[in-house]
């Protein structure tokens, strides 16, 4: 969920970002990149005592966003190189055939950005996965990622499940940047072969 919303988010930003002029353009990015620098103590802290304030939103929702928060930076700049390396023209050529925008996004920006939509969405999926300090500040004891499962285990008691689960998840990291390179040495092939 987080890395949905995260790649919606960032495909919209990247954009603005690239494709349009604005006032305060440089202040947006610095924004949008903020929570990259800012340590995850900080950005899960501020998360909490903003939750708590507001507390329209449920212990799922609340991770759910603040996993989107990380993930955003990540996915913003892969998108944004993406679109940076793609012919703004063909996007020009099809509007001047009379194509609305929403048909020049889902026709031909979509397609061309898709090998860097999916590697934004792995990087946002593998940095939510591993994300602890923002759900250990917001999750209640309904609501647990795998991480703070992890972490109350490893407190409370010693369990050889940890190792276990520890093995899957970074087979999981490890298949998945398998697969990421898998995908893009395919793109680059095929797209080597007709040039």
């Known amino acids: 969920?987080?890395?949905?919303?995260?790649?919606?988010?960032?495909?919209?930003?990247?954009?603005?970002?690239?494709?349009?002029?604005?006032?305060?353009k440089s202040l947006v990015y610095a924004l949008i990149v903020l929570p990259m620098i800012v340590h995850n103590v900080i950005v899960a802290l501020t998360l909490f005592f903003f939750f708590s304030e507001l507390a329209l939103f449920n212990s799922f929702t609340r991770i759910v966003i603040g996993h989107a928060l990380i993930a955003l930076p990540i996915a913003t700049i892969i998108l944004s190189s993406t679109l940076q390396g793609m012919d703004y023209r063909l996007e020009q050529a099809a509007m001047s055939l009379?194509?609305?925008?929403?048909?020049?996004?889902?026709?031909?920006?979509?397609?061309?950005?898709?090998?860097?939509?999916?590697?934004?969405?792995?990087f946002s999926f593998l940095s939510s996965f591993d994300e602890l300090l923002i759900a250990l500040f917001l999750s209640d004891h309904g609501s647990q990622t795998l991480s703070v499962r992890?972490?109350?285990?490893?407190?409370?008691?010693?369990?050889?499940?940890?190792?276990?689960v520890s093995v899957l998840s970074i087979g999981v990291t490890i298949v998945t940047l398998g697969i990421t390179g898998v995908v893009n040495r395919k793109k680059t092939t095929s797209g080597n072969r007709y040039e």
């Open 98 to 122: 009379g194509a609305s925008h929403f048909n020049v996004l889902r026709r031909i920006t979509l397609p061309l950005v898709a090998p860097g939509m999916f590697s934004a969405a792995i």
């Open 150 to 164: 992890i972490w109350n285990t490893v407190q409370f008691q010693l369990d050889p499940s940890i190792a276990a």
């Open 1 to 24: 969920m987080s890395t949905l919303l995260a790649m919606v988010l960032a495909l919209f930003a990247a954009l603005a970002l690239v494709r349009c002029r604005f006032v305060g």
